[in-house]
């Protein structure tokens, strides 16, 4: 568990609340409307919960305590030194707000604590995805070749870090 901000909490999560699985959908209901079928390699519910697969959410707090879902991220071993960042979504409604970079910054950290020598993640091209890849390239990665199980598609922009 991570507080970055006083009303900001991350957390190592399991993926059991509803509203994640809600909040997952949007994001796949966003990868589909973006790219066709076979360039959408967003995980499901079901495969976030295999091994190897850290999955954090990030929660507003109000002052009573109730939590609010405003961000997903999830890390993917691929070998023991190379992870993929996975599932990284921000509430619509609330982007432009620093929460992406909080949740980066989260993941990156967990990254190097458990032993991770780089970190690739896969987005798109188009324009939709362009202030994702904006934060990342703010951030330090670089364009990278396809890694993992990933091949060329002209609907896939890869990057990589080294930690």
Not at 124 to 149: I, K, T, V
């Amino acid at each position: 568990m991570s507080i970055l901000a006083p009303e900001l909490l991350i957390r190592l999560d399991d993926l059991s609340d509803p509203r994640i699985a809600a909040f997952l959908e949007e994001h796949m209901q966003d990868m589909r409307a973006a790219s066709p079928p076979e360039s959408v390699h967003a995980l499901d519910l079901a495969a976030l919960r295999k091994p190897g697969i850290s999955f954090w959410s990030a929660w507003f707090l109000d002052e009573s305590g109730a939590e609010t879902l405003v961000g997903t991220a999830a890390l993917k071993r691929l070998d023991d030194s190379h992870a993929e960042l996975k599932s990284m979504r921000t509430a619509a409604a609330l982007r432009g707000r620093g929460l992406a970079r909080a949740m980066l910054a989260h993941v990156l950290s967990q990254a190097r604590l458990q032993g991770f020598r780089r970190l690739s993640l896969e987005t798109g091209p188009q324009d939709f995805f362009a202030p994702a890849r904006g934060l990342y390239q703010r951030e330090g990665f670089l364009p990278c070749a396809p890694f993992g199980s990933y091949v060329e598609d002209p609907y896939s922009f890869f990057m990589s870090i080294a930690l």
